[in-house]
């Protein structure tokens, strides 16, 4: 198995990194981000912010197609999967992108860039349906995972209800294990519920 995670280093990717790597320890797995990781040699650089970046990394992407799972990307990389058996592509999203799950406001820009990305997703899995039968397009959301993106808004939240890293990742793998094509464009939560529109 090949699997492509693009925001490696950050706190979830890099437990997800580490829990494909436990879990699956023969898969050979590609890690994209800005920051360097000298303990995976197929580590590429990417900077969203860089065109260059992102056309590199998209070439040393293909020269290695195709991968049975995409873990975070954007559309240009829905041509990795493989035509002739099942492949995932899965992005985070949050479920604070959810327009009729909105009972809270705020966040503005949050939840905007969210419901824009589960709406990209709903696009590229419609998209990739036509070429790669098989494919699996959806939006995760994580649950509330203690990192850096979380801390200001730690103390909002219910007792035992703050996953670590490693539990939030190996729920989301055990989602992505059990999605099948008719699943696709949908954004679905860390427990395997699926998050509405
Ligand atoms: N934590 C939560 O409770 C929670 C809840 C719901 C959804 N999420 C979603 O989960 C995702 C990851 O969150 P996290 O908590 O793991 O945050 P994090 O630890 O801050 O990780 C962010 C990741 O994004 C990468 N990144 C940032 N800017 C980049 C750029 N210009 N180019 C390329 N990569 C860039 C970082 O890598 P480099 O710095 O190396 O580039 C890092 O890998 C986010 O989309 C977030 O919205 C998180």
């Not at 860089?50 to 991968?67: G, H, M, R, V, Y």
């Not at 939840?111 to 995760?140: F, Q, T």
Request: proline share 5%; glycine share 8%.
């Amino acid at each position: 198995m090949k699997i492509a995670i693009f925001g490696s280093s950050g706190t979830i990717g890099a437990a997800i990194t580490r829990r494909y790597q436990y879990h699956y320890p023969e898969c050979e797995i590609h890690t994209f981000s800005r920051q360097q990781d000298q303990s995976n040699r197929l580590h590429h650089t990417i900077d969203y912010t860089d065109e260059l970046s992102i056309k590199t990394a998209a070439e040393i992407s293909f020269q290695n197609i195709p991968f049975d799972i995409i873990f975070v990307a954007t559309g240009h990389y829905l041509p990795l999967l493989p035509r002739d058996r099942r492949g995932v592509f899965a992005a985070l999203s949050a479920r604070v992108g959810s327009i009729s799950d909105n009972q809270l406001g705020g966040w503005y820009a949050y939840r905007a860039s969210k419901a824009a990305l589960n709406m990209i997703l709903k696009n590229a899995a419609i998209e990739a349906a036509r070429r790669y039968k098989l494919s699996v397009v959806v939006g995760l959301h994580p649950g509330t995972v203690d990192s850096s993106l979380s801390k200001p808004f730690q103390g909002n939240v219910r007792e035992g209800k703050l996953f670590g890293p490693e539990y939030a990742a190996d729920h989301l793998i055990r989602v992505i294990d059990n999605l099948t094509p008719d699943q696709s464009g949908k954004c679905f939560a860390w427990d395997g519920s699926e998050i509405p529109a």
